[in-house]
């Protein structure tokens, strides 16, 4: 075998050991100059519907916002709740901006940001059936949309309860909840607060109270990506950081949520 020349020698060593640079998610949203964004929209004020069928609402502005500081159209992929990681894994969307919990097991999956918003579940029910707290919940028939957090922890303690005349269902979409609600196949789901507020002063819904607080733990969600997409979920991290420091993330929520102080995004005596 004869000696290669040092020259071509050292140019083969520097491609063994360079890392070689691909084009990721993030590089590939610029340059198509769209971003999907996978948004729920039976989930006011976070994503519905205005009386022209378009597409508003929290999650709404700010995938706006995050297509404009990318330089890239927005596009909406609607999307049920159980469809928020299907959208992203079968690539229907490019990031999920649709308030998804960060649970650890999700996290097997798809990547999260730092939380954008976090929610306080409250108990909604309908005057007249005798519920004003959590605990009122036991013996009642209840539901919620398959999946989300507040679904999983309900059903828990139904079970748990193992009262013969309580019940859980799971429903598809937030709009099934309400219409079951509304027609009595239920008495009581767990929604966030802004559900609840806004549902309620929709006037849509006759009768429609809410029953108490939820003892929960706060629901911090985030903006999602594919889990191996680590320039796209850093930046996603940068934005969410630049929304609220800038203003943008107090200015959204007195917007579609009312005034008051938004939710401190910040877990204490922990980083994210």
């Known amino acids: 075998m004869k000696w290669m020349p040092l020259a071509a020698t050292a140019a083969l060593l520097t491609m063994l050991t360079v890392p070689q640079?691909?084009?990721?998610?993030?590089?590939?949203?610029?340059?198509?100059?769209?971003?999907?964004?996978?948004?729920?929209?039976?989930?006011?004020p976070m994503g519905s519907r205005d009386a022209s069928n378009n597409p508003i609402g929290f999650d709404v502005d700010t995938c706006n916002?995050?297509?404009?500081?990318?330089?890239?159209?927005?596009?909406y992929v609607e999307t049920p709740f159980p469809?928020?990681?299907?959208?992203?894994?079968?690539g229907r969307a490019?990031?999920?901006?649709?308030?998804?919990?960060?649970?650890l097991e999700r996290a097997?999956?798809?990547?999260?940001?730092?939380?954008?918003?976090a929610f306080e579940m409250v108990v909604l029910t309908k005057d007249g059936l005798g519920i004003e707290?959590?605990?009122?919940?036991?013996?009642?028939?209840?539901?919620s949309v398959s999946g989300t957090y507040e679904a999983?922890?309900?059903?828990?303690?139904?079970?748990?309860?193992?009262?013969?005349?309580?019940?859980?269902?799971?429903?598809?979409?937030?709009?099934?909840?309400?219409?079951?609600?509304?027609?009595?196949?239920?008495?009581?789901?767990?929604?966030?607060?802004?559900?609840?507020?806004?549902?309620?002063?929709?006037?849509?819904?006759?009768?429609?109270m809410m029953g108490g607080k939820a003892p929960y733990e706060i629901d911090y969600v985030s903006l999602i990506g594919l889990r191996g997409e680590y320039g796209l979920i850093n930046y996603l991290n940068l934005f969410v950081n630049h929304q609220i420091r800038n203003g943008r993330y107090e200015e959204l929520y007195k917007k579609w949520v009312g005034e008051g102080e938004p939710p401190n995004l910040m877990i204490p005596g922990v980083y994210y």
């Not at 993030?26 to 989930?43: P, T, Y």
């Open 133 to 143: 707290s959590y605990e009122s919940l036991k013996g009642k028939k209840t539901g």
């Open 152 to 208: 999983i922890a309900l059903e828990k303690d139904v079970t748990a309860w193992a009262d013969p005349a309580g019940s859980f269902q799971a429903y598809q979409t937030q709009a099934d909840v309400f219409l079951a609600l509304a027609q009595g196949q239920i008495e009581a789901t767990v929604v966030t607060s802004t559900v609840a507020g806004a549902t309620i002063a929709s006037g849509n819904f006759d009768g429609f």
């Open 94 to 103: 490019d990031v999920g901006v649709a308030s998804t919990s960060d649970t």
């Open 21 to 44: 640079a691909f084009a990721d998610k993030l590089d590939d949203i610029i340059a198509s100059g769209v971003l999907r964004c996978a948004i729920v929209l039976d989930f006011p």
């Open 65 to 75: 916002d995050l297509a404009a500081a990318l330089g890239v159209t927005p596009e």
């Open 108 to 117: 097997k999956t798809i990547g999260f940001s730092i939380p954008y918003f």
């Open 83 to 90: 469809d928020r990681i299907p959208a992203l894994v079968s």
